[in-house]
């Protein structure tokens, strides 16, 4: 299993851009790269996922270089009500359904 | 759709009470559901595997006689904190994985969580 790096802590204010970067150096060929966010006091929520280039949904924008060895979450336009903490996790396409393994996550403040 | 449920949303108990919280998938079924503890400021921690029908599989350093598992149909599993004590105040989380849908790898949905303090 790749072991991901975040940051622990990230600050915005609101209406800005927040990009958060997770390194999974020894991402496997056959891994993916999923973000899930966690409100307080709520069980986490799938964001996004990809395994390469760019990814954009309604919520996030995925972006994963060609090395694959890291990942960045793109929020566009934060508000207050995205401050939460968001996990970066990387897991092999063929595992089935397994449980997620989180590691610290990023506990993300968004300010007025 | 694919919507978790968990029952009770917090509870208080007495320490040395047994306490059973509930986690229902709601509109699909779960052969697999998993129970995850999270302390304040920290991250999920995986502690069991709970398979319909079957004996749930725990985590190194999760007591299997203290946390129950049982998970008697396809949409519901509980989890049984025996004996509790202060130090099992936690927030407990479940999650499943529906699996008629398979656009997302491993897609995991996850229970609102129960806040359990023991006094």
């Known amino acids: 299993l790749a072991k991901t790096t975040q940051p622990i802590s990230m600050d915005s204010y609101e209406g800005q851009e927040v990009n958060i970067t997770c390194s999974h150096n020894?991402?496997?060929?056959?891994?993916?790269i999923t973000w899930y966010q966690q409100f307080p006091s709520q069980g986490p929520r799938f964001i996004i996922q990809?395994?390469?280039t760019k990814v954009t949904n309604e919520v996030a924008s995925l972006f994963i270089p060609a090395d694959r060895k890291s990942s960045t979450l793109s929020l566009p336009r934060v508000s207050l009500s995205d401050t939460a903490v968001y996990y970066c996790?990387?897991?092999?396409?063929?595992?089935?359904?397994?449980?997620?393994?989180f590691g610290k996550g990023t506990r993300l403040s968004v300010i007025a | 759709g694919a919507v978790v449920s968990q029952h009770p949303s917090r509870v208080i108990c007495k320490s040395g009470t047994s306490v059973k919280i509930e986690c229902r998938s709601l509109?699909?079924?779960?052969?697999?559901m998993f129970w995850y503890r999270q302390f304040p400021k920290q991250s999920l921690m995986l502690m069991a595997t709970s398979n319909e029908g079957s004996k749930a599989t725990y985590e190194q350093g999760v007591e299997k006689d203290k946390f129950l598992i049982n998970h008697a149909s396809l949409t519901l599993s509980t989890l049984t904190v025996t004996s509790a004590h202060p130090e099992d105040s936690s927030f407990y989380i479940c999650s499943a994985r529906d699996p008629s849908r398979t656009r997302i790898y491993n897609e995991q949905f996850f229970g609102p969580g129960t806040r359990l303090t023991v006094l």
């Open positions: 996790l990387v897991g092999d396409k063929n595992s089935g359904n397994t449980p997620l393994v």
């Open positions: 020894n991402i496997a060929t056959n891994d993916y």
């Open positions: 990809g395994y390469k």
């Open positions: 509109d699909f079924q779960a052969t697999t």
